[in-house]
């Protein structure tokens, strides 16, 4: 059974740090693009950061939204069978709930381009 799991949402201080992980079973993600959106109350789910998969074109590429680059940093835990996304600096508006989402061949950066997705976690900034 496919299935992804993230992990690692907390409530933190303006500042602070977060680092979520996205748990594969029934595949192994190294093959496998993966993204994470993110969805605030009210708003549509957007796009935070995505790797590529092993698909000899552009291996380990990475892309990040605007608002986050230099704070985020998407990674691969190939030994857990994971892929991670390190927050560093939060600020208020990142508050919002964590997907992980996985496609067996990168199609794009958008919800409908995933096939794959975990069930949320949330993540709070506030003082």
């Known amino acids: 059974q496919v299935q992804l799991v993230e992990s690692g949402g907390a409530l933190v201080q303006p500042g602070g740090s977060l680092r979520l992980s996205c748990a594969a079973s029934?595949?192994?993600?190294?093959?496998?693009?993966v993204a994470w959106f993110r969805q605030a109350p009210g708003k549509e789910r957007e796009g935070v950061s995505c790797?590529?998969?092993?698909?000899?074109?552009?291996?380990?590429?990475?892309y990040y939204t605007i608002s986050v680059r230099g704070r985020f940093t998407i990674s691969r835990d190939n030994a857990k069978n994971t892929v991670d996304l390190q927050m560093n600096s939060l600020e208020p508006e990142d508050t919002a709930v964590y997907y992980c989402?996985?496609?067996?061949?990168?199609?794009?950066?958008?919800?409908?381009?995933?096939?794959?997705w975990g069930q949320g976690t949330q993540v709070t900034v506030s003082s």
């Open positions: 029934g595949f192994v993600l190294d093959y496998y693009a």
């Open positions: 790797i590529s998969g092993r698909d000899g074109s552009s291996d380990g590429t990475t």
């Open positions: 989402a996985a496609v067996s061949r990168y199609r794009g950066r958008g919800v409908g381009d995933y096939d794959y």
